[in-house]
């Protein structure tokens, strides 16, 4: 990999000096300063690979993904073995869900770099969110074996070892990243306190302050402890205390880089939402039926709804893969415009081949059972998509009482930009809402809204209902969905696999607190 003399090789003494504060800077999390010191440098050395990199580093730090991708392409013409390089541009194809070029970019860092644990991790975590578990543990294993301590690597094989149900296998591991690192424990608190059951204890609240305590620990890794503090603190009754958590948390959040665009967020909805009314010819072919779309706002009840599925025998559940949003990325890639410009006026025929690429890059899915499940969430906005490409899939939209499902966002570590803000989460939920009502009522037969409070009062009618809707014949195993034996890789691993409970609303405990957040959704006050 190239040394500091290399990568700064080419710039003036002052410019060097620079691009060594603006990495210092961006490591630290002094965005300010760094901006300053590149404005310099940019002025000087507008077409260097390292001040490029240092400046795409900067625009993904403060959200400009668009244009840190490109500040990166340009660093990558001018030095395309840098592993620095291509690892960075992983991090911005992730940002932009470009989830298979930000495969290839990690991929191509750990070539070139073939010793460094780092990039090795960064690739299996994105191995490990596309879903692939057998796949992200060999590159975990090369992570460990480079660096035996590495903390991120051991609670991301804590996390597979709670995937696969072995909660005490995954408590241990959290807790030795915890006592060999306590300087980067805070994830691994986080997701020791999602265990079912809880598994923090009073000691452990103490340490866990200590840590938020420590300035000198970076700023994400207090806030997942604070997070994950203010769910022992609930554990406690002491809801006052938990807020305060949650509120600084969110604070350090903000304070290392997140940032939600409200309004271009809900602008994009609109422009795909108006690209679909009236809803374009779609694919003539009877395809489609092998899948079964569940999609949500984060925290409704998803995960639930997927586990109930797959109890089922005919289905697999797929969880959160990437596949549609990957088809629909590569067709703008070829046509060289976004979905809105380009869904109006695609022909049955193209929108028959999207679907067969769909169903091929999804083939393994389908080995075991004849259907599958896709559970990634954001696929609400391409709902019309779907079912011009399959017009034989079925669809549940999962909602949730608006308030609680705000209150969940709020309460996860999430890295979902707009979890931060109560404005924002409020602005996300109006823009999911509009979408469902839009496309249940543009496609009565493929959809179906599913409310999770409907079905945990009355689970066997609403389980025979959603199963008739996918077609599916009712197996009485579906109402005992939480024995079913398979992977779940989101926080609510531990949750599915307790029989259902009625008593998972949350928001009245925090009585008036939660005021702020009524009012931006338009609720009355609390009412004691």
Request: charged share 25%.
């Amino acid at each position: 990999m190239f040394n500091e003399t290399q990568r700064l090789a080419g710039l003036s003494p002052e410019v060097a000096r620079n691009a060594i504060e603006i990495a210092q800077a961006i490591a630290q999390r002094r965005l300010e300063d760094a901006d300053r010191a590149l404005i310099t440098a940019l002025a000087q050395a507008p077409a260097h690979a390292e001040i490029l990199r240092l400046c795409g580093l900067v625009q993904l730090a403060r959200a400009e993904r668009e244009a840190a991708i490109g500040s990166l392409l340009q660093a990558r013409a001018l030095r395309a073995d840098d592993p620095l390089i291509h690892d960075a541009l992983g991090t911005g194809y992730e940002a932009i869900f470009d989830y298979a070029r930000a495969r290839a970019s990690l991929h191509r860092a750990c070539t070139l770099a073939p010793d460094n644990a780092g990039f090795w991790f960064n690739y299996a975590a994105r191995i490990y969110a596309d879903g692939d578990n057998e796949g992200a543990q060999p590159v975990l294993q090369r992570v460990l074996s480079l660096a035996p301590k590495h903390a991120g690597a051991r609670i991301l094989a804590a996390n597979i070892a709670a995937a696969e149900g072995r909660r005490d296998d995954a408590e241990r591991q959290y807790r030795e990243v915890i006592a060999d690192r306590p300087d980067q424990a805070g994830m691994a608190w986080w997701w020791l306190a999602v265990l079912k059951p809880m598994a923090l204890t009073e000691q452990d609240i103490t340490a866990m302050r200590h840590l938020i305590d420590d300035s000198r620990i970076d700023e994400r890794e207090r806030a997942a402890a604070g997070v994950a503090l203010a769910y022992a603190l609930e554990q406690r009754g002491d809801f006052a205390s938990a807020f305060t958590s949650l509120t600084e948390a969110h604070e350090r959040l903000r304070r290392s880089g997140c940032r939600y665009d409200a309004r271009g967020s809900t602008e994009h909805t609109q422009a795909v939402l108006r690209a679909f009314d009236p809803a374009p010819a779609g694919a003539q072919a009877a395809q489609g039926e092998e899948v079964i779309f569940i999609v949500s706002l984060p925290r409704s009840g998803s995960t639930l709804t997927e586990q109930i599925l797959a109890a089922h025998s005919h289905v697999e559940g797929g969880g959160e893969i990437p596949d549609l949003l990957q088809t629909i990325m590569d067709e703008s890639d070829r046509v060289h415009g976004a979905l809105a410009q380009w869904a109006p006026t695609h022909s049955p025929q193209q929108w028959r081949l999207l679907g067969q690429r769909y169903l091929a890059r999804t083939r393994r899915w389908r080995k075991q059972r004849p259907r599958f499940t896709d559970k990634r969430l954001d696929n609400w906005l391409f709902v019309g998509a779907i079912v011009a490409m399959l017009p034989q899939a079925r669809v549940v939209i999962v909602t949730r009482d608006p308030l609680e499902n705000c209150l969940g966002c709020w309460r996860y570590m999430f890295t979902h930009d707009y979890t931060h803000e109560f404005a924002d989460l409020a602005a996300r939920w109006r823009e999911f809402d509009a979408a469902a009502r839009h496309w249940q009522a543009l496609y009565p037969q493929q959809v179906r809204v599913q409310p999770y409070e409907d079905l945990v009062a009355d689970p066997e009618t609403q389980i025979r209902a959603l199963l008739e809707f996918c077609n599916l014949p009712f197996e009485a195993a579906c109402l005992q969905f939480h024995n079913a034996e398979r992977r779940v890789t989101t926080p609510s691993a531990s949750q599915v696999r307790e029989p259902l409970r009625r008593d998972t609303a949350r928001a009245h405990k925090y009585g008036a607190l939660l005021d702020p957040l009524r009012k931006e959704l338009g609720l009355p006050p609390f009412q004691y």
